[in-house]
């Protein structure tokens, strides 16, 4: 990356896109929802269960100019979700903007470990323990989805819930690979929480992105 693009991605104008398509929000609250996914490179969170590892390095990925992303997006799809990697890392003002500018609805993915930018209607709060969110996204979160990988997760949901507000819904998801395992704990668990409910990978079952 020389020096221009350097200035160009702190500004926003350009970001390290992995992918971005057309498809079913497969999980939370907008399950089956027909959305656009802007996928964005660049993650230092490491969770080591990350079934898009391939997004950590944001140098594998090309800038692409932000509101020719937005544009792009926009002609598929007004609900467009921005994920990664961690969208966070960097600047979303002006994606955001042209976005809005465009009537799109931004959902945005995000473990919360940086600080927020951009205009954002909706946002789900994916916890790590690895870096864990900043605490003024806590109050902001529209849902919070903690993935369940082992037994200790359960605790670490319940620590996460107390932090966020009361009209955030509470999502417990399994680790794809424990799916077998953990389903069976988290509907126990949920049974004796009721204030949580599931979350399922959906789009892995019916195969789409």
Same mark, same amino acid.
């Given at each position: ?84 990697? !961690?969208?966070?890392?960097?600047? %979303?003002?002006?994606?955001? &903007? @042209?976005?809005? =500018?465009?009537?799109?609805? +931004? ?58 507000? !009361?009209?955030?819904?509470?999502? %417990?998801?399994?680790?794809? &690979? @424990?799916?077998? =395992?953990?389903?069976?704990? +988290? ?23």
């Amino acid at each position: 990356m020389n020096k221009e693009e350097d200035i160009l991605l702190k500004e926003g104008k350009m970001l390290p896109v992995m992918e971005h398509f057309y498809t079913l929000q497969g999980e939370g609250a907008h399950t089956g929802k027909a959305a656009y996914f802007i996928r964005l490179g660049g993650c230092d969170v490491g969770c080591h269960w990350c079934d898009v590892k391939e997004s950590w390095d944001p140098n594998l990925h090309p800038l692409m100019n932000a509101e020719e992303i937005a544009e792009a997006a926009a002609k598929h799809c007004k609900t467009i979700v921005l994920t990664g990697g !961690e969208p966070l890392m960097w600047n %979303l003002d002006i994606l955001t &903007s @042209k976005l809005k =500018e465009l009537g799109c609805i +931004i959902h945005i993915e995000t473990s919360g470990a940086y600080p927020m930018s951009g205009h954002i209607d909706w946002i789900t709060l994916s916890p790590k323990k690895t870096g864990l969110p900043k605490e003024e996204i806590y109050a902001k979160a529209h849902e919070l989805k903690v993935i369940v990988f082992n037994n200790n997760d359960f605790k670490f949901a319940q620590e996460q819930a107390a932090k966020v507000s !009361e009209n955030c819904t509470l999502y %417990l998801q399994s680790e794809w &690979s @424990k799916r077998d =395992e953990m389903y069976p704990k +988290i509907t126990d668990f949920i049974l004796e929480n009721p204030e949580w409910r599931a979350s399922v990978q959906t789009h892995k079952y019916l195969n789409i992105p």
